[in-house]
């Protein structure tokens, strides 16, 4: 069985400011884990996902995620917020890459001026 | 090219009726999953089809829930004697299943049951 615990349910940053959405994880098995974004109104976009392998991942818009099995965590980074990336961010493990995801409840990320 | 596409965007019925959710994977996608959006319950995983192979149902949350994949292609998720706990938004994923979990989401059908 996997879980998957995301530590707050709101985030609040400046432009220009660090992102740090947190994710804990836990898993039976070596997880495959993911950080999705949701738009409003709008379905999921993967941003990144670590598998096997390095364990700093880098994704799309910036974002990065460190996979650290000693602290089952996958938290993810952006060092510098833009307006654009307000948005809800969902956390995700699988048990493989043939396997449906476990999501977490979400981050919704504002960002201020 | 094209992504994940679902329709009916938006659903209203009414408690009791039958509904009918379609879902078009991308091209040449030969996985296919489906999850629910709720408020109470966040995002969960509803049945996942892979190729010929009989489907994982075992996210259906009753058996009012049904789903069916024709032709390795189009999905319809069908819920009978819709309950006001169904509402919630219906999402549709595809993938390779190239074993690299990457899955791509559709838009969403947003379904209320009054």
């Known amino acids: 069985a996997q879980s998957v615990t995301q530590l707050g349910s709101h985030v609040s940053v400046s432009e220009g400011a660090l992102v740090l959405l947190r994710c804990n994880y836990s898993?039976?098995?070596?997880?495959?884990l993911f950080w999705y974004v949701q738009y409003p109104n709008q379905g999921l976009q993967l941003l990144l996902k670590y598998t096997t392998g390095a364990t700093l991942v880098k994704g799309i818009n910036g974002f990065e995620a460190e996979f650290k099995k000693s602290e089952t965590s996958f938290h993810l980074t952006k060092p510098s917020a833009h307006m654009s990336d307000a948005a809800e961010y969902f956390c995700?493990?699988?048990?493989?890459?043939?396997?449906?995801?476990?999501f977490g409840s979400g981050t919704r990320l504002q960002v201020q001026p | 090219g094209a992504g994940v596409s679902q329709s009916p965007s938006n659903k209203v019925t009414e408690k009791g009726k039958d509904v009918e959710l379609r879902c078009d994977p991308i091209?040449?996608?030969?996985?296919l999953y489906w999850y629910r959006q709720s408020l109470g319950q966040g995002l969960e995983f509803l049945i996942y089809?892979?190729?010929?192979?009989?489907?994982?149902k075992s996210g259906l949350p009753s058996d009012r829930f049904s789903a069916e994949r024709t032709g390795g292609s189009v999905s319809t998720l069908t819920i009978q004697r819709t309950q006001q706990e169904d509402s919630a938004v219906y999402l549709c994923?595809?993938?390779?299943?190239?074993?690299?979990?990457?899955?791509?989401f559709g838009p969403g059908t947003r379904l209320l049951v009054l």
């Open positions: 994923a595809s993938s390779l299943d190239l074993g690299t979990g990457d899955q791509y």
């Open positions: 995700a493990v699988s048990l493989g890459g043939r396997r449906a995801l476990t």
């Open positions: 089809f892979q190729g010929n192979s009989a489907p994982d």
């Open positions: 898993s039976s098995v070596p997880p495959y």
């Open positions: 091209s040449g996608h030969t996985a």
